[in-house]
């Protein structure tokens, strides 16, 4: 049986390399403030891939249907034709003007017609591709730009910071309702399109103080040592 | 199965390349098709109808099965295919709130025997331009289960954008058959022309030097009768066998048989 002071040190490392363990991951948040270093857009290939305004949350869903938000904007398409997180969580936008959030995915008939090419997520937040077209009057070919839906955004308002799930995933805190809208709605900056959010952990600061978490453990382990080793002493003196 | 090379999304700089089934279904024949329906969505919601179509494919059951998941399907028999039209339940719904002028948005649920009579009635306007895939139509549209169809040969989309939003996949349900030859002009047309006959009255052989010696007056030993056998040539091409000869004080060739059209002389 661990005496609880080491199950705090052991959990503090546990945290502290969690935080290491996501400093590469997209749009990360570290679980501790002291490693934290302002996030930024780096440029990706990734047509799917975006990169977040500062102070805004992609709205996303759990396992459960709750809603969840996070800043990892390097999305894919799954086989069931929807916008996910690297994490597997479906992105929820609209799908026109004054439509209710749901997750966005590419139309069915053109996923299954093999149609959706050069699918790609736009600075106002659209999720776009192209599909070839043909005009029966003059059987001319060409091409025509889709647009399946748009992200949503959403904003916490001061003191209202979401709860941190895991490194990339948040929920609101009960009774804070964030603003939702969308990239480049007025209330919204656009997006950085094929650019990826590089996280606010720093992997420096990270490492350092996973470092010092093992010397507390080594140093409390190091103690209990010499305590036990103290009361053997006195138990040997005593027989 | 007849192929064609596809090209899937770009990676990079680079589209995968791959050989696909081809459809059988002639573009002008799918395009006939959507300026049916035009015609038909002009005159059922009094505007202007913009529409475009998707290429032709060749489906496979997978892809028909999430293709009509949750769609109508109207099947429209005919002589040389049955065509089906699928409508999506969303699309359907816009599409039969805008024959009645209603609001766009609510509804949903199960369907009434009005609402699939109405959309029924709308697709057999449609299906007026189905004669370019079926030949014949040998009944009106009905509304049937996806699961007792078989799956397309082929399938194209039509895509209306304005006055609404919406897309009517149309499948072509059996192979069509080749193409018939391109239009011919009948004898009624061609029955007023002229045309330059040339008979040959018999035939030699000369040697490669004595062909580059021809000249005016030269004499060619021929192999055959003038009186005897000959061809009939028109435009270089033979069309009848016959016997040269004369017939009331003027040469004359007599038909003895017809020749197969396009036999080289």
């Known amino acids: 049986m661990l005496a609880p002071a080491s199950l705090d040190a052991l959990q503090r490392i546990a945290d502290r390399a969690n935080d290491v363990l996501a400093a590469y991951a997209p749009g990360a948040e570290p679980q501790f403030g002291d490693v934290r270093v302002p996030s930024a857009a780096q440029p990706a290939t990734d047509p799917l891939s975006v990169a977040v305004p500062p102070g805004a949350w992609f709205v996303t869903l759990d396992d459960r249907g709750a809603r969840t938000y996070t800043r990892a904007g390097s999305f894919h398409i799954g086989p069931d034709g929807a916008l996910q997180t690297p994490g597997g969580a479906p992105v929820l936008g609209t799908s026109g003007a004054g439509a209710a959030l749901a997750p966005l995915s590419l139309p069915e008939a053109d996923r299954a017609l093999g149609r959706c090419t050069d699918v790609q997520v736009e600075a106002d937040g659209s999720l776009a591709y192209t599909r070839a077209t043909i005009d029966p009057r003059t059987r001319e070919r060409g091409t025509e730009r889709v647009v399946a839906g748009r992200i949503a955004l959403a904003r916490f308002p001061a003191g209202g910071n979401p709860q941190r799930i895991d490194a990339t995933r948040f929920a609101a805190v009960a009774g804070v309702v964030p603003h939702v809208g969308a990239p480049a709605d007025g209330t919204f900056a656009a997006l950085a399109t094929r650019a990826r959010d590089t996280g606010s952990i720093d992997i420096d600061l990270g490492l350092q103080r996973l470092s010092e978490a093992y010397v507390a453990f080594a140093a409390l382990e190091a103690a209990h040592r010499a305590q036990g080793a103290g009361a053997k002493t006195i138990m040997d003196l005593l027989k | ?265």
């Not at chain 2, 899937?8 to 059988?24: K, T």
């Not at chain 2, 293709?67 to 005919?78: E, I, K, Q, S």
């Not at chain 2, 079926?134 to 989309?157: I, K, N, S, T, W």
């Open chain 2, 1 to 265: 199965m007849i192929a064609t090379l596809a090209f899937g999304a770009a990676r990079g700089r680079v589209r995968e390349a791959r050989f696909v089934p081809r459809a059988g279904v002639p573009i002008d024949a799918a395009c006939v098709v959507a300026s049916g329906v035009r015609e038909a969505l002009r005159a059922l919601l009094g505007e202007p109808c913009a529409l475009t179509i998707g290429e032709p494919v060749a489906l496979d059951g997978a892809a028909w099965n999430r293709l009509t998941r949750d769609a109508l399907v109207f099947a429209v028999p005919g002589r040389a295919t049955d065509v089906a039209f699928v409508l999506g339940a969303g699309d359907a719904r816009r599409l039969l709130q805008a024959a009645f002028g209603e609001d766009p948005g609510g509804g949903g649920g199960a369907w009434s025997a009005l609402e699939t009579g109405a959309l029924e009635r709308i697709v057999a306007r449609c299906a007026v331009a189905c004669d370019a895939l079926c030949v014949e139509r040998r009944g009106p549209p009905m509304l049937v289960e996806a699961a007792l169809l078989p799956r397309p040969a082929a399938y194209f989309d039509v895509r209306i954008a304005a006055p609404l939003a919406l897309t009517i996949g149309v499948g072509v349900l059996r192979e069509l058959p080749e193409a018939p030859p391109a239009l011919t002009l009948g004898p009624a047309v061609l029955a007023g022309l002229r045309a330059e006959l040339r008979v040959v009255l018999g035939r030699g052989a000369l040697p490669a030097a004595r062909l580059l010696d021809l000249r005016q007056g030269s004499v060619v030993p021929l192999r055959t009768k003038v009186a005897g056998e000959g061809e009939l040539n028109l435009a270089g091409q033979r069309i009848a066998f016959g016997t040269c000869g004369v017939r009331n004080g003027h040469a004359a060739f007599e038909v003895g048989s017809i020749a197969m059209r396009g036999d080289a002389p």
